[in-house]
């Protein structure tokens, strides 16, 4: 399936938060410290503006695998493109939904402590690129505000040690001040709290191949509710249609048939 639905929920997610201009300070001194992070490691280091909607890329050595300048550069999107371009669409997808149910996990904790967190994954590359096919992903919130809006956030890409074969991205959050892996019982219903009990009945429905009179019916409600439902599974899911929404629900775990 296309990774765009998911990809436009994380944008709508985090584009569409509340800012405090107030709260926008120290920009340069983050800019500053994942610039000599990178001038060590020589990995791609992305800080994304989410209030600004923008992006600063730092490459090292391995920004070559993704066919990036030595130099730094801006783009003009608080999403690196030219690097998802380059990541197997199924892994790009896993990786947009571990970050979903990072921003969910981190709204119950305080804001404060937001940045002692990050994600892990190991992903493909579209194609093996400069003899690499694996990459070690990180995401990280680096400045939260106090009404739990995140402004700053870091991507890291480096090339992973680990090639063996396997399905999946073997998703993590972890607590980098103790190395806790968060179970994945403490978020995994944040997924499932994005569509009502009832939309869920009704996208399973449609999933097994029921039309909306035949819903209308098994439900006992009438054909207008059902339709009604269907447009608002569409709009909560930023997708086209209820096809594709059916597609971003099973990839998402939100139902099985």
Not at 89 to 104: G, S, V, W
Not at 181 to 188: F, L, M, N, Q, W
Not at 239 to 256: L, Y
């Amino acid at each position: 399936m296309s990774n765009v639905s998911v990809e436009n929920q994380l944008s709508a997610t985090l584009l569409e938060q509340i800012f405090s201009i107030e709260e926008c300070n120290d920009l340069d001194t983050f800019k500053k410290l994942v610039e000599g992070y990178v001038s060590l490691d020589q990995c791609v280091a992305v800080l994304s503006d989410f209030q600004a909607d923008c992006s600063y890329i730092y490459a090292g050595n391995f920004g070559k695998v993704f066919g990036l300048p030595a130099e730094n550069s801006v783009i003009d999107s608080a999403f690196e493109e030219c690097i998802f371009t380059k990541i197997h669409p199924d892994d790009l997808i896993e990786r947009h939904i571990l970050e979903l149910n990072y921003f969910q996990y981190l709204k119950t904790l305080p804001y404060q402590d937001s940045h002692k967190y990050s994600t892990s994954s190991r992903i493909r590359t579209q194609n093996t690129l400069e003899n690499c096919a694996y990459i070690n992903h990180r995401t990280i919130y680096l400045k939260t505000f106090s009404n739990g809006s995140v402004w700053l956030a870091l991507c890291l890409y480096a090339p992973s040690a680990d090639i063996q074969s396997r399905l999946g991205i073997d998703p993590k959050i972890v607590n980098i001040e103790t190395g806790e892996i968060i179970a994945i019982e403490k978020y995994k219903h944040y997924q499932q709290s994005l569509l009502s009990k009832r939309e869920l009945e009704i996208l399973t429905l449609v999933a097994k191949g029921g039309n909306s009179s035949q819903i209308a019916a098994q439900l006992n409600i009438s054909v207008y509710t059902v339709r009604r439902h269907r447009q608002n599974i569409i709009e909560k899911m930023k997708v086209a249609n209820t096809t594709e929404a059916v597609k971003t629900a099973m990839v998402m775990g939100i139902i099985t048939i």
